[in-house]
């Protein structure tokens, strides 16, 4: 990689194809894949409904600009929004989604002052960077939008600094970069409520929990919460670029034509790829991610759970941090598991992720937990 910015620290194998939640690299060896690059393939790779919507399209026209009428994009957002008075923003990426939500926030309240949390991600633009609670991919960047403020994440304490002087508050359900931090279900709701109570509007930042992730296809529909704005991207389009922002239609006039734009959001290739996605996203489907998660967590429990390196498991449906103890780096851990065929990732805090495609099957979830917990095992008798 010589003439690549150094930005990533890469592993010295490349992928050259996938199929389902199997991946070959350059030397022909197969992997077991528990990243959907980084919570993009859920559907798998090489998914034939998604691959042929996007070959089609390919076939018609690949880019249009938003100066015309578009069924595909309004198609992907009736099948985001549902039933609900809401509307959406398209765009390209997770953190172009929180930027169009910092804006609106503004706009629309009058306000300027967000709300967000310590050990957050919502990505590296200078909006969504400034609302991220991590110093560390922030240093030398600075100085930040302002009048960003940061709250404890899941202290109770952070209700008071819910003030009607807000714009927004921004959250994520379960904490995806920062560690696989699980919200407590009481204390978000109770921001919910403390929002609302203010007039102070909430953005959910589902770019990593939503599309399925958790068992539904925004996590915080597990929960009694009523987001003003949701921000989603990753798992949206299975691997073609895309973002959207979804927002009350209360919102909508704060974003009138000129407010704010993208040349390729909404992009005729990403809408049909998005489309067949959300068609596959069904009830039936978001059921069986939630059969096959109960599963995962009832062998994750009871064979990972109780080894030596493991000081606790997080996460909720296919979204799973397993935090390793600081006898061992997990990036050694993950090494490990690439020799045996499984690929991996790392978050915060010395953490083993673990997203897993949503097709997976449960006998290749247990194998995966067997590999797991014997190279967990090893890596004690081999320091
Ligand atoms: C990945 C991620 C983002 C940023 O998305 P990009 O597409 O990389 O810009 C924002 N928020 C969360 C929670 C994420 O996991």
């Known amino acids: 990689m010589k003439h690549i910015f150094p930005t990533y620290k890469r592993f010295p194998f490349e992928i050259v194809k996938g199929n389902g939640v199997t991946l070959i690299d ?116 600075g100085p930040f939008v302002p009048d960003v403020k940061f709250a404890k994440y899941n202290d109770p304490d952070a209700l008071a600094q819910i003030t009607s002087d807000l714009a927004a508050v921004i959250l994520e359900i379960i904490q995806g970069e920062g560690g696989v931090v699980n919200g407590d279900p009481a204390w978000l709701e109770a921001v919910g409520a403390k929002c609302k109570q203010e007039k102070v509007l909430l953005i959910i930042d589902e770019v990593q929990t939503g599309m399925g992730r958790t068992g539904k296809l925004f996590a915080y529909q597990h929960l009694n919460l009523d987001p003003d704005i949701i921000t989603a991207a990753k798992g949206l389009a299975n691997g073609i670029p895309v973002g959207a922002m979804i927002g009350k239609t209360e919102l909508a006039s704060s974003f009138g034509p000129g407010s704010h734009g993208t040349t390729f959001g909404g992009n005729p290739l990403a809408m049909a790829s998005a489309s067949a996605v959300l068609t596959i996203l069904n009830d039936d489907f978001l059921e069986a991610v939630q059969q096959k998660s109960l599963f995962f967590w009832h062998f994750l429990e009871k064979e990972i759970q109780p080894l030596e390196l493991v000081e606790g498991i997080s996460g909720k449906g296919l979204m799973v941090g397993i935090h390793l103890k600081s006898d061992i780096e997990v990036s050694k851990i993950i090494a490990g598991l690439h020799k045996q065929g499984i690929l991996t990732l790392s978050s915060r805090d010395n953490t083993l992720r673990l997203l897993p495609p949503l097709i997976i099957t449960g006998s290749e979830l247990l194998h995966a937990v067997h590999i797991i917990k014997d190279t967990l095992t090893n890596a004690i008798v081999s320091q």
């Open 26 to 141: 350059n030397n022909g060896k197969k992997y077991l894949d528990l990243t959907s690059g980084i919570g993009v393939c859920n559907l798998g790779y090489n998914t034939a409904p998604i691959k042929d919507a996007v070959k089609t399209q390919l076939d018609k026209v690949w880019h249009t600009s938003n100066l015309y009428d578009s069924t595909l994009q309004e198609k992907v957002a009736s099948l985001l929004v549902k039933d609900e008075d809401k509307d959406v923003y398209f765009c390209n990426s997770g953190t172009e989604a929180n930027e169009a939500a910092l804006k609106l926030a503004r706009k629309a309240t009058g306000k300027s002052a967000i709300l967000a949390f310590d050990h957050s991600f919502h990505g590296r633009s200078y909006g969504s960077l400034s609302m991220t609670g991590n110093d560390k991919i922030k240093e030398g960047f």
